[in-house]
Every structure is written in C-alpha cells, then in structure tokens.
C-alpha cells in the first residue's frame, strides 16, 4: 500500500501568501512525482525529481528532493488562485504498481 | 491527454447492481491502473494491468474485479454495487514501467444509492 505521505492534507491561504506541500517517504526512494489536480479535473502530471537534493522551479513552484531521498517538498510562492487545487507526490518506482501520497488541498483565498 | 477516454462519465445505479467502467486508450501503452478517489484518502489503487490479460490487486481491491483482453481497453466491473463504491473513478496510463509518469483519464462520477 501507499508508503508515501504527505502533510498537510488541507491548506487555506490567502492570495500573495507561500504555501508548502511535504511527501514523507518510510523507505528510500529512487526518484518522486509531483502531480496537480484542479477542482473538478483529473491529476496532471508537473515534475520529476531524481537526484539527492536536487531543486528545480517552474515559475513560482520550486520542488526539493532531500539529500537522504525519503522526502519532498512543493513551495508555491504568492500564491494566485490558479494555484487552486490537490496536490499530490508518487512514489513511481514500486514495480508494476503505482502509488499516490494522499494529496494536500489549497484553497486560495482572494 | 494521452488519448485516454473513459465511459461512462456519470452514472448513478442501484445497490447490489453490476457496474462496469471503461478504459480506453489509443497508444498502446503497456501499463494501465484503477483509482478510485474519496475525500480524505487520495488516490487509491484497486487493480492495475501490465499488459493484455496481465492483471493484479491494487491495496482496495475488494468488490472489483477487471479484465483487459486486448491493448486498448482497461475494464473495471463492480460485481455488487454498494453505497460504499460511490467514489470518483479514475484510469491511468503509462507510457513505460518504473520511473515514468502516468497519465489520466477524465473520471468517472459513480454514485451508489
């Protein structure tokens, strides 16, 4: 089953203010997923983090993979209400399987 | 969208009723998955398929069973609905095996009464 948390499960912020997903893993992980989902649609894929601390950003979100590869990190800076939505980490390397964390909720608060 | 389409969209059936949802895709990907989705709990896994009439047990896969006999078309079927698979259905697919991303179908609103 899943291995991978993430914390917080809901996040309410107000527009312009940061917010920050973590996805715990129990064991060490080759490499970890970010995927969003907006309300009412269907998980996209957004990143793939491969080595140990590596960082990269997509425009105001920065993704962290830790040194000991067991964790991970989503920063959304100012957040706008495009941010909106669920955002999730997986684990993509447990066999044929394919597991998710349990997602953290943003709302935005305009 | 990786030419993934599911049917139906929506749909409401009595309890104890047989469901089945489809998966379908145009791109020949190996790996195909059932998630069902509920608030609180993420996406989680109930059967998912590494090639035709390769099948296995996802971590809630009490209640559904899935067939895949040909490339394109992932079927999950509810053999007895109940109330407690009223949940948004969603299919994935991947283009590889480990290490590649999945990508989604649209959903399925399924709801049970």
């Known amino acids: 089953g899943q291995q991978v948390m993430q914390i917080p499960q809901y996040q309410h912020v107000q527009e312009g203010e940061d917010f920050t997903t973590y996805c715990n893993s129990s064991?060490?992980?080759?490499?970890i997923q970010w995927y969003k989902q907006r309300p009412g649609g269907h998980p996209v894929f957004l990143i793939q983090?491969?080595?140990?601390?590596e960082v990269k950003k997509q425009k105001r979100l920065t993704f962290q993979f830790g040194e000991a590869k067991k964790n991970s990190s989503l920063h959304i800076t100012a957040t706008q209400t495009t941010d909106v939505g669920t955002y999730f980490c997986?684990?993509?390397?447990?066999?044929?399987?394919?597991?998710f964390g349990t997602g953290t909720s943003l709302t935005v608060i305009p | 969208d990786a030419g993934i389409t599911q049917s139906p969209r929506h749909k409401v059936t009595e309890t104890g009723t047989p469901v089945t949802l489809r998966c379908h895709q145009t791109?020949?990907?190996?790996?195909m998955y059932w998630y069902r989705q509920d608030p609180g709990h993420g996406l989680r896994l109930i059967h998912y398929?590494?090639?035709?009439?390769?099948?296995d047990k996802g971590e809630v896969s009490d209640g559904y069973s899935v067939s895949r006999s040909k490339t394109e078309d992932f079927l999950l079927t509810l053999e007895s609905a109940t109330s407690s698979q009223t949940s948004v259905y969603f299919c994935?697919?991947?283009?590889?095996?480990?290490?590649?991303?999945?990508?989604f179908g649209q959903g399925t609103r399924l709801t049970v009464v």
């Open positions: 994935a697919i991947r283009m590889g095996g480990r290490g590649t991303e999945a990508f």
């Open positions: 064991t060490t992980l080759s490499n």
């Open positions: 983090l491969v080595k140990s601390g």
């Open positions: 997986a684990d993509p390397n447990t066999g044929n399987q394919f597991y």
């Open positions: 791109e020949n990907h190996r790996y």
């Open positions: 398929s590494y090639g035709v009439k390769d099948t």
